[in-house]
């Protein structure tokens, strides 16, 4: 089993998020080389400061809120800077909706064109969400 991970989040649902935090944070803090590219409807949600609550697909995300699940934004900060996972954000979507790195959560590391991420992914599970 490869060592390295990649995670593709690019979904604006509450159950993908919380997956993918999970597994990014599980991840770098068992040792794994953990990379996150956030694109599309998924990077609203790290943008600084946002409080917007992510829609729940279905009865496990509104569960997880009811029950105090830890919030997959903390999900990913814990990654980050418990497990040294590297987050990126998509460079296409942040110029499309006009997003500039000030712009975004302090433990968001330089933005990837898409390109690049899949030339680093190389040899690497793959996960999307």
Not at 83 to 103: L, Q, R, S, V, W
Request: proline fraction near 2%; charge should be negative; hydrophobic fraction near 45%.
């Amino acid at each position: 089993m490869s060592e390295r991970m990649c995670i593709v989040l690019v979904s604006g649902q509450r159950e993908q998020l919380q997956m993918a935090g999970m597994m990014a944070s599980v991840g770098a803090v068992s040792g794994m080389d953990v990379t996150v590219f956030v694109s599309m409807n998924a990077l609203r949600y790290f943008v600084k400061g946002s409080t917007e609550a992510a829609p729940a697909e279905g009865e496990m995300g509104r569960l997880m809120e009811q029950k105090k699940a830890p919030a997959f934004r903390t999900l990913f900060e814990q990654a980050a800077t418990l497990g040294d996972a590297k987050i990126h954000p998509c460079t296409m979507a942040m110029d499309i909706m006009g997003i500039e790195k000030e712009g975004l959560e302090s433990y968001m590391g330089e933005s990837l064109g898409l390109t690049k991420f899949l030339s680093d992914a190389q040899g690497a599970q793959v996960w999307s969400f």
